[in-house]
């Protein structure tokens, strides 16, 4: 077992935040600020994860972000992934292009029209990529293409020569 970790000496404006920050509107914060504290009166972080029903990694992981950035760490920040990587580079868009330029048919499929959905089931069957995206991933690997997905809509007509006239919004 390693050493405790707990957080460095507090200044008096830290303190100062540290308790405004205990009567904030979100429990993120109220969180944080509790084990900070909790951590500044000497408490190992299992004593605060029992205390406040979390897992010790996750007290000594703000413990350790407070003593880097201060009370800059105790606000919730970005769930946005730090690098995003798309799943089709340049030779799988092209491919899925060509896929789309086909009939869904010609991939055993029960319908003519594409969809997004379709498109992704289509596309990870044919190995263009390693797993089952989803439909947005699919619009947007399509925009990068330069190519605007429109979703297809079915047209109803009639034989009825009068078939347009009986369907004009009627004035009166």
Same mark, same amino acid.
């Given at each position: ?13 830290? /303190? ?63 769930? @946005? ?17 060509? /896929?789309?330029? @086909? ?61 347009? @006239? ?7």
């Amino acid at each position: 077992m390693g050493k405790p970790i707990f957080v460095r000496k507090l200044k008096e404006k830290e /303190l100062r935040e540290l308790a405004a920050g205990l009567r904030s509107s979100k429990p993120f914060t109220v969180r944080r600020c509790q084990m900070v504290l909790a951590s500044s009166r000497g408490k190992t972080a299992p004593n605060i994860a029992e205390f406040i029903g979390c897992d010790d990694q996750t007290v000594r992981n703000v413990i350790k972000a407070f003593n880097e950035r201060g009370v800059a760490a105790l606000p919730a920040g970005s769930r @946005r992934p730090k690098t995003v990587q798309p799943l089709f580079g340049e030779e799988q868009a092209d491919r899925l292009k060509a /896929l789309l330029h @086909r009939s869904p048919r010609d991939f055993d499929q029960e319908t003519s029209l594409w969809t997004l959905e379709l498109a992704a089931e289509v596309s990870f069957a044919e190995g263009l990529t390693p797993r089952r995206v989803s439909g947005e991933c699919i619009r947007l690997a399509l925009k990068r293409l330069g190519i605007a997905w429109k979703r297809a809509k079915h047209w109803i007509t009639s034989p009825d020569p009068e078939y347009k @006239r009986k369907k004009m919004p009627v004035t009166g």
